[in-house]
């Protein structure tokens, strides 16, 4: 990875590396190129200004200001009555001014002559560039002389300067790109390792804290991810068990009393009844499971459309409840509480089927008392179904994997009955096509409701 042209060790590096080259030209630009032509106008800038001085300054301060300004800004000066110097101020070095250099001389007479102003000098003679003003004052002329001097010696001494800062730079910018990418590239590794191991199906692996916000979140939805995955994995492996238990079972039984049948029973028509009715239970519980499976897939796969019309729902929970009716024997009850009509617009037997289950389950999971409420409740825009069992209710943490295909809790059934863990995931897709809003409300050691809305029909 660290070799590779996309890494992120070459990327952050190129990038680096990019940007201090920027910025390192920018500097030769400006240091090395334009000093030069910088140096030259500042200079010409100062001394402008100082010529304006002068030229302002009243007669009694003129001599101070003169001084000042060959002290502070290392200036050389010449006061002159035209014939003769006056007053010298040639203090600094390489002043041409006192040397009797033709060239001097000549400005000096075009300045008597009244070509005041600023001259340039470019001479052989001189070391560098240089510049020179003459002003007139009252009688006297004044001459103010400054070579360009350092502006050579400083442009090497920064070039050289540059070369190592360069130097310097680059050496300082691989490192620290070597070291963010490596901050940055070992937490992704180690995740990319977890993540491996994740796609092998190691469903226990752990996406560690990196320190960086950013990778923290990453491992934490990752972490969130997996258990969830774990969780799935779990309920898919329950299911292949389950679903061979819940075949095999039945098909025990049939084979099992079909021999009875066969060997023993089938003179004696009593006994035969029974054990038939023992083969025709077992195989109807056998068509409930393959029913369940194939309503569940039929759904899922959106095969079915619904077939929604206008009818009464009391009158069809009525019919539901009635079907119970054989367990009554058992001591199961089921009580309504609620309209005698409610018009409601949805797929009759699919609703139906909602029911069924809610109540089976209801009457499977019920407590001691053996008690089951189904209650309706017509509000303004819409009705409350609910389906009250008083057991042991369900674990808060169980509650977000019972709508799961295949989910079935460990507990035991108050009825002598093994559902098929179908129910619900049927429930919550039949309602979920017909948008309607539903739960569960549970408490432990006292019972569940299960509810679902419908909108009223106008
Ligand atoms: P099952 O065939 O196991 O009843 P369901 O899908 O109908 O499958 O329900 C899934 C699980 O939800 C059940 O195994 C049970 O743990 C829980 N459950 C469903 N209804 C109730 C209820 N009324 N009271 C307590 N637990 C319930």
């Known amino acids: 990875m660290i070799t590779k042209k996309n890494s992120l060790l070459f ?56 001084e000042n300004i060959a002290y502070e800004d290392n200036i050389c000066i010449e006061v002159t009555d035209g014939y003769a110097s006056v007053g010298y101020n040639l203090r600094t070095k390489a002043c041409a001014l006192g040397k009797n250099y033709d060239f001097i001389t000549k400005i000096k007479r075009d300045v008597y002559s009244g070509a005041y102003g600023r001259y340039i000098i470019n001479n052989k003679e001189l070391a560098n560039k240089s510049l020179l003003y003459g002003i007139k004052k009252n009688n006297n002329f004044i001459f103010i002389y400054s070579s360009l001097e350092d502006v050579n010696t400083t442009s090497n001494v920064l070039r050289s300067q540059l070369i190592y800062i360069t130097i310097i730079v680059i050496i300082f910018a691989i490192g620290i790109a070597y070291f963010i990418s490596k901050r940055i590239t ?107 499976i194939l309503d569940l897939k039929k759904l899922e796969q959106s095969k079915e459309i619904l077939n929604i019309e206008k009818y009464d729902i009391i009158n069809e929970i009525k019919e ?65 179904i609910e389906i009250v069992d008083t057991g042991k209710g369900i674990d ?37 096509r017909h948008n309607f809003n539903y739960g569960v409300q549970s408490t432990k050691g006292k019972g569940s409701t299960f509810y679902f809305n419908i909108k009223n029909v106008k």
Do not use: C
């Open 11 to 66: 990327k952050t590096l190129s990038n680096i590396i990019f940007f201090s080259v920027f910025i390192l030209l920018f500097l030769w630009l400006i240091q090395v190129v334009f000093y030069n032509l910088f140096y030259e106008k500042y200079t010409i800038r100062r001394l402008d200004n100082i010529k304006k001085t002068i030229e302002k300054a009243k007669d009694e301060e003129l001599a101070t200001i003169l």
């Open 186 to 292: 070992k937490p992704i590794l180690k995740m990319t390792n977890s993540a491996k191991k994740l796609g092998e199906g190691d469903y226990r692996v752990v996406f560690e804290k990196t320190g960086i916000t950013e990778m923290d979140d990453l491992a934490n939805t990752l972490n969130a991810a997996t258990s969830e995955l774990n969780k799935k994995n779990e309920i898919r492996n329950d299911l292949v068990a389950n679903v061979s238990h819940d075949f095999k079972t039945p098909l025990t039984m049939i084979k099992a009393y079909a021999e009875m049948v066969k060997d023993f029973s089938y003179k004696d028509t009593k006994k035969r009844n029974e054990n038939i009715d023992v083969i025709i239970k077992e195989t109807d519980r056998l068509n409930t499971l393959v029913n369940d």
């Open 320 to 384: 539901i409840i009635n079907k119970f009716n054989y367990l009554k024997k058992d001591g199961y009850f089921i009580s309504y509480e609620g309209p005698d009509k409610l018009l409601i617009e949805a797929d009759k037997s699919k609703l139906n089927q909602v029911v069924y289950n809610l109540i089976n389950n209801a009457l499977n999971y019920t407590g001691k008392d053996k008690k089951v409420v189904v209650k309706v409740t017509k509000n303004k825009n819409d009705s409350l």
């Open 396 to 432: 808060t943490e169980e509650l977000k994997y019972i709508w799961e295909k295949y989910y079935r809790s460990g507990k035991k059934h108050q009825r002598n009955e093994i559902g098929t863990g179908l129910g619900l995931s049927i429930v919550k897709e039949i309602l979920v």
